[in-house]
């Protein structure tokens, strides 16, 4: 009984969301900038490897200040260790994000939660088999729309581990150095809007 009203409510919802998201205005956009990525690990510098991520952003005009900006990323993330090797990771990535912000004529500040997903497609040390391709966390972050032009910055925490919970007999020191790590940091984005 309790699962089919759960059902029912979550129906209801996305329908209701749906609908509102039909009649919202909706612009698509470009989007690009700067990723910085941080650990905390004795083997990574306390210098962040700046990487990069662009792609395309859809965002649609809700009532009451909300907006919803869905996007598609290609992102690289990255550390430098302490023997100078780097271990960079470019994700196929999708972030979320659920804003808010008064709309003030000539520009709208906003609040963001962006909850993300993430598929690892290359990685500076070509192999795959001790590393997790999927990601995944949640970015809190601001921004300000003028005119086409959005401005933003967002801390991402990533909760998924970078290596496998079981590396293989032939470890890699550099993935060694990531079990029970990932990649958060901050990203700095520029986008424009059609």
């Given at each position: 009984?309790?699962?089919?009203v ?12 749906g ?10 956009g ?8 941080t650990?905390?690990?004795k ?23 909300f ?12 550390a430098?260790?302490?023997?100078a090797?780097?271990l ?19 520009c ?5 939660c ?8 290359n990685?500076?040390i ?32 990533n909760?998924?581990?970078?290596a ?7 470890k ?10 990932n ?5 700095l984005s ?5």
């Amino acid at each position: 009984m309790k699962t089919r009203v759960l059902t029912a409510i979550a129906c209801i919802m996305a329908l209701c969301l749906g609908e509102s998201l039909a009649q919202a205005k909706h612009n698509v956009g470009v989007i690009g900038g700067a990723t910085f990525s941080t650990q905390k690990l004795k083997e990574v510098n306390s210098s962040t490897l700046t990487q990069y991520h662009a792609g395309l952003a859809f965002k649609f005009r809700l009532p009451l200040g909300f907006a919803l900006q869905p996007s598609i990323l290609y992102q690289v993330k990255g550390a430098k260790l302490e023997d100078a090797s780097n271990l960079n990771v470019g994700y196929l990535e999708v972030p979320v994000s659920l804003q808010w912000g008064p709309d003030l004529i000539i520009c709208r500040p906003y609040v963001e939660c962006a909850p993300f997903v993430g598929y690892g497609l290359n990685n500076s040390i070509k192999d795959w088999t001790d590393l997790n391709r999927v990601e995944y966390g949640v970015g809190l972050g601001a921004g300000l729309d003028i005119w086409r032009f959005q401005i933003n910055a967002r801390y991402n925490w990533n909760f998924g581990s970078l290596a496998n919970a079981n590396l293989s007999e032939n470890k890699n020191e550099v993935i060694q150095a990531f079990k029970d790590r990932n990649f958060g940091g901050v990203t700095l984005s520029l986008a424009f809007y059609f």
